[in-house]
């Protein structure tokens, strides 16, 4: 069973910064592309980040110099580091995969900074 794991959101000051983590497990980690998406309330979901097996990352430009994605394929983890937040970076934050054909989403970490 294929399960991921958010974890790490807050409530921060604007200029503040968080660290996301997404903890994957019933799948070969090393391998699979990895995404983390926000969603404000009343907007659509979006993409944030992406990280490939290789390691290349691609950036929401709204986000760029701003937010680090990584991994550590030894601890089957994805990480969002999100420095310089701006109260437009509230949203939930997802991690998502697809893995086996499907496509696999956490439950999600809520991401709060204050003006």
Same mark, same amino acid.
């Given at each position: 069973?294929?399960?991921?794991?958010?974890?790490? =959101? =807050?409530?921060?000051?604007?200029?503040?910064?968080?660290?996301?983590?997404?903890?994957?497990? =019933?799948?070969? &980690?090393?391998?699979?592309?990895?995404?983390?998406?926000?969603?404000?309330?009343?907007?659509?979901?979006?993409?944030?980040?992406?990280?490939?097996?290789?390691?290349? %990352?691609? !950036?929401?430009?709204?986000?760029?110099?701003? &937010?680090?994605?990584?991994?550590?394929?030894?601890?089957? %983890?994805?990480?969002?580091?999100?420095?310089?937040?701006?109260?437009?970076? %509230?949203?939930?934050? !997802?991690?998502?995969?697809?893995?086996?054909?499907?496509?696999?989403?956490?439950? =999600?970490?809520?991401? %709060?900074?204050?003006?």
């Amino acid at each position: 069973q294929v399960q991921l794991v958010e974890s790490g =959101g =807050g409530l921060v000051q604007a200029g503040g910064s968080l660290r996301l983590s997404c903890l994957v497990s =019933g799948t070969i &980690f090393s391998t699979n592309t990895m995404d983390w998406y926000r969603q404000a309330p009343g907007k659509q979901r979006e993409l944030v980040a992406r990280i490939t097996s290789e390691g290349s %990352t691609n !950036y929401l430009d709204s986000v760029k110099g701003r &937010f680090t994605i990584s991994r550590d394929n030894a601890k089957n %983890t994805v990480y969002l580091q999100m420095n310089s937040l701006k109260p437009e970076d %509230t949203a939930v934050y !997802y991690c998502r995969t697809i893995t086996y054909g499907r496509t696999r989403w956490g439950q =999600g970490t809520q991401v %709060t900074v204050s003006s």
